[in-house]
C-alpha cells in the first residue's frame, strides 16, 4: 500500500506535537493510590487542546483515511478522563458536565456483551480491544464515585468480564499457563501502553469496591506477566513499543516513562522505577532520541508499504 497525503499529515502531526491523540501524557496530577480521584496518565491535554467541544453537546471525532469524521471510542474515553482531572483540579463545572456527557455516551455504545467496538474503522473482523475495555472502565467507576449511580459501576464489570474472556472466545486475554497478557488489539502481539491502560481499569474497579470486586488474583496475575517480560520492551537505547520488534516513537516513548512512575507509585515495586529511570536517562541523549525517529519512521514506512 502506498504511502498517503493523509499517512505524512498524521505523522507530521504527530512528529510536532500537534495531534490530538499523541499529546504529552505525563503521570497523572491528582490520582490517588487509596481511592478513586485522577487518572494515572495526564489526560488533559486531550480537552485543553480542543477547547471548541466544551460548552456544546459534541464530543470528539477522527477522520478516517477516506475523509469521514468517526467516533473512536478510547478518544472519547480519554477525553472524559482529561476532564474529570480539569474538574478536580480548577471545580469548574463546565469540565464536570464534559465529564458527564462523555460517560453517558460510553453508557449507551455499550454492547450487551459488555463490549465497544473501538477499532471497527480500521480492522473490522478485530475491533476489540483491552486497552479500550480498561479505559471505559476507569471512566465509568469515576462516574460511579461522582454519582453514586450503581448501574455505571455494572457497566464497569460487564467490560471487565469482557476484557478476561480469552481471545480465541472472543475477548481481549491470551492465556498461556500462569501468563495472562491484556491485548490492545486482539490479532497483534502484546502493546505494552494498552496492557497498562487495561490493567488500571482492573485497579480502579478494586479501588472502587474496597478490595471486594473479586479482580485481586487477575490483577496480580497480569502485572507479574507484565513484569516478566518487560525485558523484552526495552532494548539498549529505547523502550519498545510492542513484543514484535516495533520501537516506541518520542511520543510512546514518554508515555512508557510516565506509567512506569505511575505503577511504582501505585504498587510500590522497584522494578518499575528501575525501568522509568533507565528509559529517563536514554530519552536525555540526543543521539538516542535520534536514532530512535530514524529507525521508527523507517519502520513506519516499510510497514505502510507492506500493508
Not at 179 to 207: P, R
Not at 246 to 270: C, D, G, R, V, W
Not at 291 to 299: E, G, S, V
Request: a neutral charge; aromatic letters at 16%.
Amino acid at each position: 500500500m502506498a504511502i498517503t497525503l493523509f499517512n505524512i499529515k498524521k505523522w507530521y502531526k504527530m512528529v510536532t506535537g500537534k495531534s490530538v491523540l499523541h499529546v504529552n501524557q505525563d503521570i497523572g496530577k491528582c490520582f490517588s493510590t487509596e481511592e478513586v480521584k485522577g487518572y494515572y496518565n495526564n489526560l488533559t491535554e486531550k480537552v485543553t487542546m480542543q477547547p471548541q467541544l466544551l460548552g456544546t453537546d459534541f464530543l470528539p471525532t477522527i477522520e478516517t483515511e477516506d475523509g469521514k469524521e468517526v467516533f473512536f471510542p478510547v478518544a472519547i474515553f480519554q477525553y472524559g478522563l482529561g476532564a474529570y482531572d480539569l474538574y478536580l483540579q480548577t471545580g469548574d463545572n463546565q469540565y464536570k458536565q464534559k465529564f458527564m456527557q462523555c460517560v453517558e455516551w460510553t453508557s449507551k455504545h455499550q454492547e450487551g456483551t459488555g463490549a465497544w467496538k473501538n477499532f471497527a474503522h480500521l480492522y473490522p473482523n478485530h475491533p476489540y480491544g483491552a486497552m479500550a475495555q480498561g479505559e471505559a472502565t476507569s471512566l465509568l467507576v469515576r462516574a460511579y464515585v461522582c454519582t453514586k449511580e450503581q448501574r455505571y459501576l455494572q457497566q464497569a464489570k460487564a467490560s471487565l468480564d469482557f476484557m478476561l474472556k480469552p481471545v480465541d472466545e472472543g475477548g481481549c486475554s491470551f492465556y498461556q499457563g500462569d501468563e495472562l497478557v491484556l491485548l490492545e488489539y486482539t490479532h497483534k502481539s502484546a502493546v505494552m501502553n494498552g496492557w497498562i491502560f487495561a490493567w488500571f481499569g482492573l485497579y480502579d474497579y478494586e479501588l472502587a469496591t474496597a478490595g471486594q470486586g473479586g479482580y485481586q488474583e487477575t490483577m496480580r496475575q497480569s502485572m507479574a506477566t507484565l513484569k516478566k517480560y518487560l525485558p523484552r520492551f526495552t532494548n539498549s537505547f529505547w523502550s519498545m513499543y510492542d513484543l514484535d520488534g516495533h520501537l516506541a516513537s518520542p511520543f510512546y516513548h514518554n508515555l512508557h516513562i510516565a506509567q512506569m512512575q505511575a505503577l511504582y507509585l501505585m504498587t510500590k515495586q522497584e522494578v518499575f522505577n528501575y525501568y522509568a529511570e533507565k528509559w529517563e536517562s536514554y530519552a536525555k541523549a540526543p543521539l538516542n532520541k535520534g536514532r530512535a525517529f530514524l529507525i521508527k519512521a523507517y519502520q513506519k514506512i516499510r510497514e505502510k508499504r507492506n500493508a
